[in-house]
């Protein structure tokens, strides 16, 4: 297959669909390829011949004695994969193809033709239904958007066509300069993961943003991005967060939104910054595009108005800032610029009495000390400050602090004498913003990144576990004609895991519960056992706390009688009866193999209202223990294992051990889609952490 460097610089490219027609794509392109500077060779094909902007056009590819590395294609859907033949009898090496009207409207079979005969052919197909491309490399634009991208080093991938327009737009506006764009549309073939190589690769790509609407193929797009994420920051829009949302997306692209919840964690695992809004994400990629990565972790705030110095500090919290807090430090540094009714502390507040001359000193203080990696220089207009001066002294520094390899960020806000600014920084790439916390939410950003790239790597773990018998116990299940397995079942393969359950048996009788309960010791619990009954509770197949020989009699009857006048037709095996296990932090764990992404672990606050409290963390495995520790400490319910209110620390590890080994079981035991321990009761140190309730399901 071809590489995709001749996507992104090639010799020569194709226009099927040039037209001369100015209100049509086919002009457009042809238009923008000419004004963009390209130096290869451009052939416009339409089968009119003809000339479009001067250039002769060719009735079809194979008229062009030339070579042709790119085949751009604007033509009706219908003629689409004949052009593509064309193209490959010619050795076209990549056709982006810009025709809508294909998997987007329910048209996949075409599309899937069109891409079979391609890659049978050695050709790549970029969309189709996308915009273009452009390369900054090649100064390039087989867009139909607008005619002037500025070269820079952010690139774009994005789904939606319209929305990367707009983009585009943006990027001119915020002076953002662009390395490519790309717009991957269906993305019948080329995907995000095989753009993303490409880029990742690419030293005048610094930042990458992404916006997708759905993926196809999630392990493949994890595993570029984890690997991406330590050469240059990647910030990604995902649209469909919502449910409604999600449902628009699936529409939309006919791709898989994917649960959210599970998209956020695991592309979070991968270094990825997520932002909410195309907002947030531009104003990160400005920041990140600009800015070195610090050399730690001490922020200073540095202000002129002790107000915004509360926001940005309010702002740090929320977005895991840290404040350098080394009081004697800081007063050591700043004491000689601070006026005595100011703040040493940080925030360094320098009083609406500052001038340039104070403010000055206060940047190149913070800039000369050593302890300082990075500074949030906040600005409100006054009258003493002399407006004139803000201009240069923010561009000198920002310049300074860059040498220094020392973040800083402004954040100005007043009235028309600082709007008037905004162009001139703009134009001079000073990474400034008007809003607090959007300058700060882009700190926040450039640390989340600068804690992936400084986090220990370690190597994925895993544990043994008896995967051939819990083969032999889905086998069985699955002759049954049963997509889940029965209780009894379940604690089987906890023992394969070597994870403690309740001490239980099987009792097919009443006589046969008796002895089970007095074997077992009380208090004991029963459980109705039936291949068709799913939710027992709700049919009245449990009781609890049975404390002798009658209550276990009467419960035995209740439970058969209960489960017999509400689900008539089922098929009951018998009782489980099963010790009472004592009361300890009831979590849930469980590992599923989910259908984008591969096998995935989970962690939360366990017991009936986990619906509810919906307090969960999830994270792709394999992993380590580190990092399950890490989703453990993500979750409101951390803190009852650490133990609360003098209670003591609780089994950590047996719980960390539990998940690693749910998490093993789901990817060696490849017919097990599901597992669900809710509880697992977890007991103070030394003592095993114990799944009471499992759910297992079989996968197809
Ligand atoms: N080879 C070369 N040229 C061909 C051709 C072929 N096999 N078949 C037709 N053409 C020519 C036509 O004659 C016409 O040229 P003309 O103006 O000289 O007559 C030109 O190609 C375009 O064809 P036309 O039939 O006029 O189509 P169009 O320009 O109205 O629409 C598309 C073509 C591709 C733009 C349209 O089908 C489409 O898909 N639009 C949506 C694009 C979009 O939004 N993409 C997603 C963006 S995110």
Redesign the pocket.
């Known amino acids: 297959m071809p590489n995709l460097h001749d996507l992104f610089e090639p010799r020569s490219i194709a226009v099927?669909?040039a037209?001369?027609?100015r209100g049509?794509?086919?002009y457009r392109l042809v238009e923008n390829i000419l004004a963009s500077g390209y130096r290869g060779e451009v052939y416009p094909?339409?089968?009119?011949g003809g000339e479009v902007l001067g250039r002769r056009v060719y009735p079809t590819i194979l008229d062009v004695e030339d070579e042709i590395d790119v085949a751009c294609i604007?033509?009706?859907?219908a003629?689409v994969f004949?052009?593509v033949t064309q193209c490959a009898q010619k050795g076209v090496k990549f056709v982006p193809i810009?025709?809508?009207?294909f998997s987007e409207v329910g048209n996949l079979e075409e599309e899937k033709r069109i891409v079979a005969y391609a890659r049978a052919h050695g050709m790549r197909v970029l969309g189709p239904?996308?915009?273009g491309v452009y390369s900054a490399k090649a100064s390039l634009n087989t867009t139909f958007g607008p005619r002037d991208i500025q070269p820079g080093h952010v690139a774009i991938i994005t789904q939606s066509?319209?929305l990367g327009i707009a983009m585009i737009g943006k990027t001119a506006v915020e002076e953002i300069g662009l390395s490519a764009i790309v717009?991957v549309?269906n993305k019948a073939d080329i995907d995000e993961a095989d753009l993303l190589d490409y880029l990742i690769a690419d030293d005048d790509t610094h930042v990458i943003l992404m916006y997708i609407e759905g993926i196809k193929t999630g392990d493949r797009l994890l595993e570029v991005l984890s690997g991406g994420t330590q050469h240059k920051p990647i910030v990604l829009i995902k649209a469909g967060r919502s449910e409604r949302g999600a449902v628009a997306a699936a529409s939309h692209t006919g791709a898989l939104a994917g649960s959210d919840v599970i998209f956020e964690a695991v592309t979070r695992q991968c270094g990825v910054l997520r932002a909410e809004s195309l907002r947030d994400a531009f104003a990160w990629c400005k920041f990140l595009v600009e800015t070195p990565l610090p050399s730690g972790e001490n922020t200073v705030i540095i202000t002129n108005g002790g107000g915004v110095g509360v926001m940005a500090t309010d702002a740090c919290e929320k977005y895991g800032v840290n404040l350098y807090g080394d009081r004697p430090t800081l007063k050591d540094i700043f004491s000689d610029v601070t006026p005595a009714f100011g703040s040493t502390q940080n925030p360094i507040d320098l009083t609406g009495q500052a001038t340039d001359a104070g403010y000055h000193a206060a940047l190149t203080a913070g800039l000369a000390h050593p302890a300082i990696h990075a500074v949030i220089a906040l600005y409100c207009e006054t009258m003493l400050f002399d407006i004139d001066q803000l201009a240069t002294m923010m561009t000198t520094f920002s310049a300074r602090y860059r040498s220094a390899h020392k973040p800083i960020i402004f954040s100005i806000f007043g009235g028309d004498r600082i709007e008037t600014l905004i162009p001139t920084l703009r134009k001079r790439h000073v990474p400034f913003f008007t809003d607090v916390y959007e300058a700060v939410s882009c700190v926040g950003a450039m640390y989340a990144y600068f804690h992936h790239r400084t986090a220990p790597a370690d190597a994925p773990e895993g544990v043994d576990i008896n995967s051939r018998r819990i083969d032999q116990v889905v086998d069985n299940a699955r002759r049954d004609g049963r997509g889940f397995l029965l209780a009894y079942e379940g604690q089987q393969v906890m023992a394969a895991a070597d994870i403690a359950t309740p001490q239980s048996h099987l009792a097919h009788n009443l006589d046969e519960a008796v002895a089970a309960a007095a074997a077992t010791g009380y208090p004991v619990v029963m459980k109705i056992v039936s291949k068709d009954i799913l939710h027992k509770s709700d049919v009245g197949g449990v009781a609890l706390d049975l404390d002798n020989r009658d209550e276990v009699m009467d419960a035995y009857q209740a439970i058969i009688r209960s489960c017999r006048a509400q689900q008539p037709h089922a098929m009951i095996e018998g009782v489980e009866v099963s010790n009472m296990v004592p009361r300890g932090v009831e979590i849930i764990i469980g590992a599923r193999r989910d259908a984008t992404f591969g096998p995935i672990v989970m962690f939360g606050l366990g017991g009936v209202y986990v619906e509810v409290m919906k307090d969960m963390a999830f994270r792709l495995f394999p992993l380590s223990r580190r990092e399950i520790m890490a989703m453990l400490k993500e979750t409101r319910a951390y803190p009852l294992l650490l133990g609360v209110r003098g209670e003591a620390q609780k089994n950590i590890d047996g719980v960390i051990e539990a998940i690693m080994k749910l998490g093993t079981v789901i990817q060696q035991c490849r017919q097990i889609s599901d597992i669900e321990i809710n509880p697992l009761m977890v007991y103070e140190q030394g003592i095993d952490v114990t799944a009471v309730d499992v759910r297992i399901l079989i996968g197809n």
Not at 45 to 48: A, K, T, V
Not at 74 to 77: E, F, K, N, Q
């Open positions: 099927i669909g037209s001369a027609d049509k794509i086919g094909i339409n089968p009119r604007a033509i009706p859907a003629s004949h052009a810009i025709t809508s009207g239904n996308i915009f066509g319209a717009s549309g």
